[in-house]
């Protein structure tokens, strides 16, 4: 079993940045990739990133691609999402997922393992 632990959500001003950080335990080895998602009141789940935790491979949403950024720190256990040029229209709950798929899993479908999720709320 992985446990996922996300943090650094909070409040900031449009245009702003935030970092977000996701700390695995437990049986890491069985996650080969660290997604990134991110859920707004009334919409689906959607994906945002994803690393692979060996080789640092990164994927990325169409949208997300140049204001996002995704990183690791394997002695840490710890993955990250850098966030910038923030806008109203990121304002949701992020979620980081392992899974032991490798490639570019991005639906919800493929991720066994699920953080709790931090709020990030963008002012305009």
């Known amino acids: 079993q992985v446990q996922l632990i996300e943090s650094g959500g909070g409040l900031v001003q449009a245009g702003g940045s935030l970092t977000l950080s996701c700390a695995a335990s437990?049986?890491?080895?069985?996650?080969?990739?660290m997604g990134w998602f991110r859920q707004a009141p009334g919409k689906e789940r959607e994906f945002v990133a994803l690393i692979r935790w060996s080789g640092g491979y990164t994927y990325y949403a169409s949208s997300m691609k140049g204001r996002f950024t995704i990183s690791r720190d394997n002695a840490k256990n710890t993955g990250y999402l850098q966030m910038n040029s923030l806008t109203p229209e990121d304002t949701a709950v992020y979620y980081c997922?392992?899974?032991?798929?490798?490639?570019?899993?991005?639906?919800?479908?493929?991720?066994?393992?699920w953080g709790q999720g931090t709020q990030v709320t963008v002012s305009s």
């Open positions: 437990g049986r890491t080895f069985g996650s080969n990739t």
């Open positions: 997922a392992g899974t032991a798929r490798l490639g570019a899993p991005t639906s919800i479908y493929e991720y066994n393992y």
